[in-house]
């Protein structure tokens, strides 16, 4: 290991309860590696990349904003928090803090019925709505180097799928932020290099679990606990 990497940040094995940490509280405690103590520079450099940009100073504001008004009981105290708010009532509300007219919808063809709902909840709520399947532009998975033996159906032709093209596709419809819907691990990160609109994420792939991959995390001593060895 490089010795300058010897304190990389393990924040997810924080050994503290999270109420005590100092990433919570100014007097709270920390571990010898904790970047909130040791990454003051980054810190500041951080909120300076905020205030000297002010479509990233609003994106993080309104960021904030809906994070905060996405639960009720706040009167009676942090434990009678209720949350209120689906994913995709945040994301429609969001996008109008931010003003965005055009949203884009990059969707696995295998959740295209869910595609077609969330297209038409953002449309009536007044978004104009450019949507990209995954398999635009039907390019055989041969380009990729491919065999049969790498298909899901050995011996058909069989469209790779193009998260590339959704961008560039999405990037020349002038879209204000793109949505991802089902995209697999790694066309996601694909998308996601090449979109010149910022992006979230509404649902991720996870043709196991029903799209809820936390699923597995949850059961990990239990059901999932395979997953361990």
């Given at each position: ?14 050994p503290f309860?999270?109420t005590?940490?100092?990433?919570r509280k100014?007097?709270?405690?920390y571990p010898k590696?904790c970047?909130t103590v ?7 450099e951080?909120l300076?990349?905020l205030?000297?940009n ?6 993080a504001?309104?960021s904030?904003i809906?994070?905060g008004e ?5 009167e ?5 928090l209720?949350?209120?708010k ?11 803090k931010m003003?965005?007219?055009r ?9 295209r019925?869910e595609?077609?709902?969330?297209e ?5 709520k ?7 399947s995954?398999?635009?532009?039907r ?6 180097g ?7 159906a050995?011996?058909?032709f069989?469209p ?7 961008s560039l596709?999405?990037n020349?419809?002038k879209?204000d ?6 995209l697999?691990?790694g066309?996601?990160t ?16 996870d043709?196991v ?9 949850y059961n990990?001593?239990s059901?999932?606990r395979?997953l361990?060895?």
């Amino acid at each position: 290991m490089n010795k300058d990497n010897k304190l990389f940040p393990t924040c997810a094995s924080c050994p503290f309860r999270w109420t005590d940490r100092i990433c919570r509280k100014p007097d709270g405690k920390y571990p010898k590696n904790c970047p909130t103590v040791l990454k003051k520079d980054l810190c500041s450099e951080s909120l300076q990349l905020l205030k000297n940009n002010e479509e990233l100073l609003k994106l993080a504001r309104n960021s904030a904003i809906q994070e905060g008004e996405g639960y009720t009981n706040k009167e009676k105290g942090y434990e009678f928090l209720r949350p209120i708010k689906p994913r995709i009532q945040e994301i429609w509300e969001f996008a109008e803090k931010m003003g965005y007219k055009r949203l884009g919808l990059a969707f696995c063809v295998g959740l295209r019925k869910e595609a077609k709902v969330v297209e038409s909840l953002l449309k009536s709520k007044g978004f104009e709505v450019a949507s990209v399947s995954c398999k635009v532009g039907r390019i055989p998975k041969e380009e990729l180097g491919l065999g049969e033996e790498q298909k899901i159906a050995p011996g058909s032709f069989e469209p790779m799928c193009n998260p590339i093209l959704q961008s560039l596709i999405l990037n020349e419809s002038k879209t204000d932020l793109n949505i991802l819907l089902g995209l697999c691990v790694g066309h996601d990160t694909l998308f996601l290099k090449f979109s010149e609109s910022p992006c979230t994420i509404l649902a991720v792939k996870d043709r196991v679990l029903g799209h809820n991959p936390l699923a597995a995390i949850y059961n990990i001593d239990s059901y999932f606990r395979w997953l361990k060895k």
